[in-house]
């Protein structure tokens, strides 16, 4: 079943590509199902019956998702749905956040997916919130990683940046990252540098770097954009200093939200978090369920 054109509209306006969120909603009930058909319901709602469901959190957060969560009521065949907060509202407990009206049987075939996308995706916004609140006085972007669920990186980097985060590169192909393995296989982190620049001009440039002394030589040879690998404090106001404005740097590594002040401080132009995506608690989302 194709999206609504009402929902495809608001998917692409998220900026989110409405033919992936469409799979991704297909696969996800189709791997619910398994190839049969919800036993427990079918055996104990009759099929004429229609309900009510509403989807509330549990707890205050900032809430993503909603769009995707509606596309996967259309995919389940429910069409009469009302989305009742914007997406990256901070919402207080108890609130109702979708209203549904169909049949009991498909409103419980969507249940449970629908209810994994709110939650994942409301608890990296909440998180993400919580770490660019921690640092809004200094100036500093809160970053995201590759590391991200395989198969839904388009939608976790999307509530990074509904929490208020910025997205590192999206893929492989659309910038580059020169990591201390590059510089191995190189020969050296000049040598990656001129290599990439070379073959790809016009992409993205960011180096990885360990140490001051290859900081110096990136930014002598034009680095736009460098990576401070688990640099101490110490290390992070001397790259600072080093770079003097001719380079944007980024802190990664050994970063918490405990000393999250303590890196923004120190003048950097980022901080680049993989917990946002790989650590971030299901955000509490429930449905309750009434006749019609």
């Not at 469901?53 to 549990?58: C, Q, S």
């Not at 809004?136 to 976790?156: A, H, Q």
């Not at 290859?214 to 200093?241: F, H, I, P, W, Y």
Request: aromatic share 4%; with cysteine.
């Amino acid at each position: 079943m194709a999206l609504s054109s009402e929902l495809t509209k608001k998917i692409i306006e998220l900026g989110l590509d409405p033919i992936y969120v469409e799979k991704v909603a297909t696969s996800t009930i189709a791997e619910d199902l398994a190839g049969g058909e919800d036993v427990t319901s079918v055996a104990t709602i009759p099929s004429e019956q229609r309900s009510i469901a509403e989807y509330r959190n549990r707890r205050a957060g900032v809430v993503a998702g909603l769009y995707i969560a509606a596309a996967v009521l259309e995919v389940g065949g429910i069409t009469s749905y009302e989305i009742l907060v914007d997406e990256g509202t901070y919402v207080h407990e108890g609130l109702t956040l979708i209203r549904a009206t169909s049949s009991t049987r498909k409103l419980l075939l969507t249940e449970r997916t629908a209810l994994n996308f709110l939650g994942r995706l409301s608890g990296i916004a909440t998180l993400t919130r919580r770490w660019v609140d921690e640092v809004s006085e200094f100036g500093v972007s809160i970053r995201d990683t590759r590391k991200t669920t395989p198969g839904l990186r388009e939608l976790e980097k999307f509530a990074v940046r509904i929490g208020g985060g910025v997205n590192h590169r999206m893929s492989l192909s659309d910038a580059a990252l020169i990591k201390d393995n590059h510089v191995v296989a190189a020969g050296g982190v000049k040598q990656a540098f001129d290599a990439v620049r070379q073959k790809y001009p016009n992409l993205p440039l960011e180096v990885e770097v360990d140490s001051l002394k290859q900081l110096k030589e990136v930014v002598e040879a034009g680095a736009e954009l460098v990576l401070l690998d688990n640099m101490s404090l110490e290390q992070c106001r001397a790259a600072v200093t080093i770079a003097a404005g001719r380079t944007k740097l980024e802190a990664s590594g050994n970063l918490t939200l405990e000393n999250a002040k303590a890196y923004a401080k120190t003048g950097v132009d980022f901080l680049a978090v993989g917990a946002l995506t790989h650590s971030a608690p299901v955000f509490d989302i429930g449905l309750d369920l009434r006749m019609e």
